[in-house]
């Protein structure tokens, strides 16, 4: 007790001013909106900080448990794929949801005719309206866009390809939403034209390009290719460069997508026309 | 002794109505805030204990904190203020020390001792204040211009003041 009022009496200088100072501090962040948000995130930033190093090392330690957690998944899901891979050679995987809506459906095709040196170059696929193709429907190889479906017979389906002088495409760059046309200028198989982007947009080598959801063919955002070299033409439109991802000489196993819900769209622009 | 606790306070008064009613009022290009309000603190008698000095300060910063509407912020600059007032007075003590019962002012120890410690007071006021009123380490360097624009123009005012006390 004696030793805390002589510590009291020898410090009370500095303890009278840390008292005042806390007021002072206590008045500032209450009386002040802008003071009292910097204090709060402040604080926060720092809580946030702490928490984000705690939940950093659980999650290493658990790496474990994810590990296992992991592998079951992974092999239940090869158990699904191995059922699935009898049916999938047939047919549309076509789910009538009217709940949720599903929008797109894939199937599987093999490629059994392609060429890429002429002007106007198709190709052929397995698959025709016995399986439920029809014209108008995307098809892509891998991720990334190859063409689409112009004619059908009961077994066999033809699609133009993207390296054909009539093909036009609704694309975009992913950077920054700009959208032209894609085509193709009947040189190199490797390479396709972006028309339409307007110059005062920054245009960089590698940018992706994308479709658009506009065809109402092609879903939204399936990668083209990326940008090789933008070119100012005399106009005030770039003309650029793209790199295909796909690789139209060694074209094999395909998807087709139908737009379940093209119908109804048409149906509802056309109203418009 | 009497006479001279009612002068002070009756000058304190002064200054902070002079501080409330035009200096508050100066929309000078944002950079030129003085708060002459503080050579209050600087008056106030060395024999004074520290902390009757630091319960006067509080109780300043809180009016004018309460007439510009921004709790708390000179408050707690003054408060620092005059914390600090007892170690300024001991680095800067004249060889033969202070003498009890006299001004701490221009009149009895002399321009360059006052300059000194009027700075050294206001230096650490207008810090305190400044960053208190800004609250943050962005445009560091903003807030150092400021701080010393505005350091510079109460230092000025101060002198005058000093020099019309000793004059009188």
């Known amino acids: ?273 | 002794m009497i006479n001279s606790a009612l002068r002070l306070i009756l000058s304190g008064i002064l200054l902070i109505f002079f501080q409330i009613l035009i200096l508050n009022n100066i929309q000078f290009s944002g950079y030129v805030n003085p708060y002459v309000y503080i050579m209050i603190i600087m008056m106030i008698p060395s024999t004074t204990p520290a902390w009757l000095l630091l319960i006067i300060s509080f109780f300043t910063g809180l009016i004018i904190d309460l007439f510009s509407g921004s709790p708390g912020m000179h408050t707690g600059a003054t408060v620092l203020a005059a914390f600090s007032r007892p170690l300024v007075l001991r680095l800067i003590a004249p060889r033969d020390g202070y003498e009890s019962g006299s001004d701490l002012s221009l009149a009895v120890y002399g321009l360059r001792w006052f300059f000194i410690y009027a700075s050294a007071i206001v230096l650490i006021h207008h810090t305190a204040l400044f960053f208190l009123e800004v609250f943050r380490f962005e445009g560091f360097f903003r807030t150092i211009l400021r701080i010393l624009v505005s350091s510079a123009f109460t230092l000025g005012f101060i002198l005058l003041l000093e020099y019309y006390r000793k004059g009188k």
């Open chain 1, 1 to 273: 007790m004696r030793n805390l009022l002589n510590f009291l009496l020898k410090y009370n200088n500095l303890i009278v001013f840390l008292i005042l100072e806390g007021i002072a501090l206590y008045l500032l962040a209450n009386g002040n909106h802008y003071h009292n948000s910097r204090i709060v995130n402040g604080v926060q930033g720092i809580t946030n900080g702490i928490n984000e190093r705690i939940s950093n090392t659980r999650s290493y330690l658990s790496l474990r448990e994810i590990n296992s957690d992991l592998a079951s998944q992974n092999s239940s899901l090869r158990n699904t794929i191995s059922e699935l891979a009898q049916e999938q050679s047939i047919d549309f995987t076509d789910v009538n949801d009217t709940v949720t809506g599903q929008q797109y459906s894939y199937t599987p095709a093999r490629v059994i005719n392609n060429s890429v040196n002429r002007q106007k170059n198709f190709f052929t696929i397995d698959k025709g309206t016995r399986q439920g193709i029809r014209p108008d429907m995307a098809v892509i190889c891998g991720n990334s866009a190859a063409g689409m479906i112009v004619g059908c017979s009961e077994n066999f389906s033809v699609a133009i390809s993207m390296l054909n002088l009539d093909f036009k495409l609704s694309a975009r760059l992913k950077s920054n939403g700009y959208f032209g046309s894609l085509t193709w200028d009947g040189k190199n198989y490797r390479y396709a034209l972006l028309n339409e982007i307007p110059q005062h947009i920054s245009v960089n080598v590698g940018d992706t390009i994308e479709t658009t959801a506009y065809s109402a063919i092609f879903p939204e955002g399936i990668p083209i290719g990326t940008v090789v070299e933008p070119k100012k033409s005399g106009s005030d439109f770039y003309v650029i460069k793209v790199a295909l991802f796909t690789d139209f000489k060694k074209l094999n196993y395909v998807d087709v997508i139908a737009n379940l819900r093209r119908n109804e769209r048409l149906e509802l622009e056309n109203r418009f026309k």
